[in-house]
């Protein structure tokens, strides 16, 4: 079955970049998606098609997918990016999440 | 603006069905779209249960197809999801969501807030 594999955590500095990746098999030739949930709330929409930030969403995530590899990029990351990310796709008819990175902002 | 909320008892019995409603508002859901609802175990991840159509077509994990079943009720604009013979592996925050999807691209927005079902006797 598909599996999409992320990293267990990310430290990131204020101010910092912070990459979470995501990887699966041709992950490339199909859309991911990603979302953040911050303790005890809902997930969140981010970024979805690969790249298409919904509004409301600030401009320093961007998205990007190529390859095996799908990438969640948060460019001077704040205190309130601290939470939980988890990228998504589609795959035989059926929805498949990975397993989720936690990004800690020192 | 769309919404979703879920609701149902937040204890169920080993072995017995569990039933959660999804309520949606600002969109009338026989309009189209899909409406999945995902599951978070305590301290875990995120897991896809199943998604259902406005025009009722359905899809399920392959994991749980043989016990769940997701229907949508468009008199009361609601999501209904039937999960049976729960064990306590079933304890978790069920969310239900909007599930855009077409041939290609494919996410969940809005989620709604969740809600903790624990199965225990």
């Known amino acids: 079955s598909f599996e999409l594999t992320q990293p267990p955590s990310v430290s990131v500095s204020p101010g910092q970049t912070a990459t979470i990746t995501c990887s699966g098999d041709k992950l490339g030739d199909k859309y991911a998606s990603w979302y953040q949930q911050r303790p005890g709330q809902s997930p969140v929409l981010v970024i979805s098609h690969d790249s298409q930030r919904p509004s409301g969403i600030p401009e320093r995530f961007s998205g990007s997918n190529s390859g095996n590899t799908a990438t969640l990029t948060i460019s001077g990351t704040q205190a309130m990016d601290e939470a939980d990310y988890y990228c998504?796709?589609?795959?035989?008819?059926?929805?498949?999440f990975g397993a989720g990175t936690t990004v800690t902002v020192l | 603006q769309l919404q979703v909320q879920e609701s149902g008892p937040g204890l169920v019995k080993p072995w017995e069905t569990l039933s959660l409603t999804c309520t949606v508002s600002g969109y009338t859901i026989r309009s189209g779209y899909y409406w999945g609802w995902i599951r978070q175990p305590p301290g875990k991840g995120l897991e896809w249960i199943g998604s259902a159509s406005h025009i009722g077509t359905t899809d399920y994990s392959p994991s749980l197809n043989s016990r769940v079943t997701i229907s949508l009720d468009t008199s009361k604009n609601q999501v209904s999801l039937k999960l049976t013979s729960v064990t306590a592996a079933d304890t978790a925050v069920y969310f239900c969501a909007r599930h855009v999807r077409d041939f290609v691209v494919n996410w969940f927005d809005p989620w709604g807030q969740g809600t903790l079902v624990t199965v225990s006797s």
């Open positions: 998504q796709a589609w795959d035989s008819n059926s929805a498949v």
